[in-house]
């Protein structure tokens, strides 16, 4: 069984300043873990990966998270905050076979 | 070059009705999943494709529910007898093979409202 916990619905931040969205996973497994985002209106689009190779994975946009096998976590972070980062993240970990656990996803506010 | 495409963009239903979703995936994509978005809500797994495999089909909530991928690319799916907790976004992606290393890609997906 998997399942994945985004720790908060919201987090609201000023421009300029860091960025953590939380992420916690159970799995029976080695997981595979990746953090999607969706901007309003717009699609679903991948920011980073974990795959079982190094724990530290960076994204686009600036972004990168840390396996922390010992914590089974996998935050999401981000020095600066801009006003594009505004949008909805999603932690997502997904199993060899196919099927794809999202978490309930996380509003980022971003506020001028 | 094109990505995850869906028709309709949306679908307003009457209560009882059959709906048919369907998802045009990435030219040479493998894997493909459909998934649904109900509002304020994260996204609920349906069913998977992978290459000519038998579909992981662990998500679908009912046997109201039933998808199929014909000729390995095209895939519908189709919602009997819809009733108004149906109602959400059903979003569809491929990715290039396997589901645990390879990105997934999302069409736009579509807004079904059951009356």
């Known amino acids: 069984a998997q399942s994945v916990t985004q720790l908060d619905s919201h987090v609201s931040v000023s421009e300029g300043t860091p960025v953590l969205l939380r992420c916690n996973y159970s799995s029976s497994y080695s997981p595979s873990l990746f953090w999607y985002v969706q901007h309003p209106n717009k699609g679903l689009q991948l920011l980073l990966k974990?795959?079982?190779?190094?724990?530290l994975v960076k994204g686009i946009n600036g972004f990168e998270a840390e396996f922390k096998k010992s914590e089974t976590s996998f935050h999401l972070t981000k020095p600066s905050a801009h006003m594009s980062d505004a949008a909805e993240y999603f932690c997502?970990?997904?199993?060899?076979?196919?099927?794809?656990?999202f978490g309930d996803g996380t509003t980022l506010t971003v506020k001028p | 070059g094109a990505g995850v495409s869906q028709s309709p963009s949306n679908k307003v239903t009457e209560k009882g009705k059959d709906v048919e979703l369907r998802c045009d995936p990435i030219s040479g994509h493998t894997a493909l999943y459909w998934y649904r978005q109900s509002l304020g809500q994260g996204l609920e797994f349906l069913i998977y494709f992978q290459g000519n495999s038998a579909p992981d089909k662990s998500g679908l909530p009912s046997d109201r529910f039933s998808a199929e991928r014909t000729g390995g690319s095209v895939s519908t799916l189709t919602i009997q007898r819809t009733q108004q907790e149906d109602s959400a976004v059903y979003l569809c992606a491929s990715s290039y093979r396997q589901p645990n290393t390879d990105t997934q890609y999302f069409g736009p997906g579509t807004r079904l409202t059951v009356l």
């Open positions: 997502v970990v997904i199993r060899r076979a196919g099927k794809s656990t």
């Open positions: 974990y795959t079982s190779a190094a724990t």
